[in-house]
């Protein structure tokens, strides 16, 4: 008897300890969960790879250095006995996405030492170009030199609206557990109150047994009675504690300060929106829409390819020789070039099985974008006709409970004036507990189909 006068008297404790609300669950958990950190970090690293595709527009330096030698001792045609070159080379390249063009800067010095008849002699050279290119059909304005980019930044939005939804999802779901919880507390006081009106009843058997007024079989329903009774309130207990540790690890407070305040019978306004018109601006929808930009982006590339390859090259460039290098420098001859190439793929097998794949992939997409807005507006009008339908069930359970109350006041009368048995007023008592038992599970379907609604209609997370 008195562990469990102790424990109630700890559980009234715990009762009384700072609730914690809906909002005030949400805003902590979205706050200071890793999910919601992981979900940050991911949107970041987008970013990064979004830049990262970009940098292909930044100059290129390369640098080289090389000595040769040959030896004419021997041939009649070679007019010098040794000769030795040591050459440097440096350039510096760079992209131009808007135009698909490309721009290199040279630089080279060569340096050579003959040897002719036992006398040396060393010629500096010295070469400067600058070199363009630039496309005028396939990747015209850099169309193909940017779809890594085009593709990241596509990538960007759609991983945005992607853990926006993934987040949203996470949130229902420990909401409901929420509203799970909140019934779990108001079970628990139920099964507690209706142990103890067991427990009376009992007490009433064993006093009219005693006195011979029912048969053994009566007091041993009864006793069975207190058993499941007593059943019903531990697993409770257990069902209770289970999700507050549950909940109470999510936002970082102890189990026993995971005490909800949340009235599962208030009625919450929907927002009234036009299923149809909702869907094709909705999260799910704009995901294939970002799936489908980019399969469009590569079929550009993708046909360009099957172009001819016409570029335009210019050029101009400066030499000079000296055997003194600083002369070499300002001796200078100049010369420049335009030119045109062009190049034609025949038969390019890959690129039209790359354009293949990619139309039949964006009409496979047109297919899921039809098909999800079908099951979507289903999804949203179902969900509509469930929370009117609870809200009425609630009304008639309403009903119901104030209908068992008001039974309880009439044997409470009764009682009170002699015409009537306390095991009938008990009787009353419990019948009212199972109809509110029965209430708070319309009540916490109720509640739970709000945030799938609200879920659904992408706006869970505003």
């Not at 939804?165 to 628990?188: G, M, T």
């Not at 379907?445 to 869970?460: C, E, G, P, S, V």
Request: hydrophobic share 35%.
């Amino acid at each position: 008897m008195w562990p469990r006068v102790l424990f109630l008297f700890c559980l009234s404790l715990s009762f009384k300890v700072s609730a914690v609300t809906i909002e005030e669950f949400s805003s902590e958990l979205m706050k200071s969960h890793p999910y919601f950190l992981q979900q940050s970090l991911s949107e970041k690293v987008s970013i990064i790879d979004q830049k990262d595709a970009l940098v292909y527009s930044d100059w290129t330096i390369q640098a080289g250095a090389s000595e040769s030698y040959a030896s004419g001792e021997d041939q009649s045609a070679k007019l010098y006995d040794d000769r030795y070159i040591t050459g440097y080379e440096v350039s510096a390249a760079k992209k131009f996405p808007d135009t698909g063009g490309s721009l290199t800067l040279g630089h080279s010095w060569n340096i050579t030492d003959t040897d002719v008849n036992s006398v040396n002699t060393n010629l500096n050279s010295n070469s400067f170009s600058l070199d363009y290119t630039r496309p005028l059909s396939q990747n015209k304005d850099g169309i193909n030199d940017r779809l890594a980019a085009d593709i990241a930044t596509i990538d960007t939005q759609s991983k945005q609206i992607s853990l926006q939804e993934q987040s949203e999802n996470y949130l229902a779901s420990k909401l409901k557990k929420f509203i799970d919880l909140a019934h779990a507390q108001e079970k628990e006081k139920l099964y507690r109150d209706q142990l103890e009106l067991t427990k009376d009843q009992l007490s009433l058997a064993e006093k009219k047994f005693n006195q011979s007024l029912i048969e053994k079989t009566t007091l041993l329903q009864e006793q069975d009675s207190y058993t499941r009774a007593d059943q019903q309130w531990l697993q409770s207990r257990l069902d209770l504690a289970n999700l507050q540790q549950e909940l109470s690890s999510l936002i970082g407070i102890s189990a026993n300060s995971m005490v909800v305040e949340l009235d599962l019978f208030e009625k919450r306004p929907i927002a009234q929106i036009d299923a149809a018109n909702f869907v094709i601006r909705s999260r799910s929808l704009q995901q294939l829409d970002f799936d489908k930009l980019k399969l469009k982006r590569q079929l550009v590339t993708y046909k360009d390819k099957n172009k001819a390859n016409i570029n335009l090259t210019m050029g101009i460039a400066t030499q000079g020789e000296h055997d003194k290098f600083f002369k070499s420098l300002s001796n200078r001859d100049y010369s420049w070039n335009v030119g045109v190439n062009v190049s034609y793929p025949i038969n390019p097998v890959k690129e039209s099985l790359d354009i293949q794949r990619a139309e039949i992939n964006i009409a496979q997409i047109d297919a899921q974008k039809s098909e999800k807005a079908i099951d979507t507006e289903q999804q949203i009008n179902f969900l509509v006709s469930q929370i009117n339908l609870l809200d009425e069930l609630m009304a008639i359970n309403a009903k119901q409970v104030h209908l068992a109350n008001q039974k309880i006041a009439e044997e409470a009368i009764k009682y009170k004036e002699a015409r009537g048995q306390k095991s009938l007023l008990i009787a009353a008592q419990k019948n009212a507990n199972q109809a509110i038992l029965s209430s708070l599970q319309t009540a916490t379907n109720y509640q739970k189909t709000i945030i799938d609604y609200r879920a659904t209609i992408d706006q869970l997370l505003d």
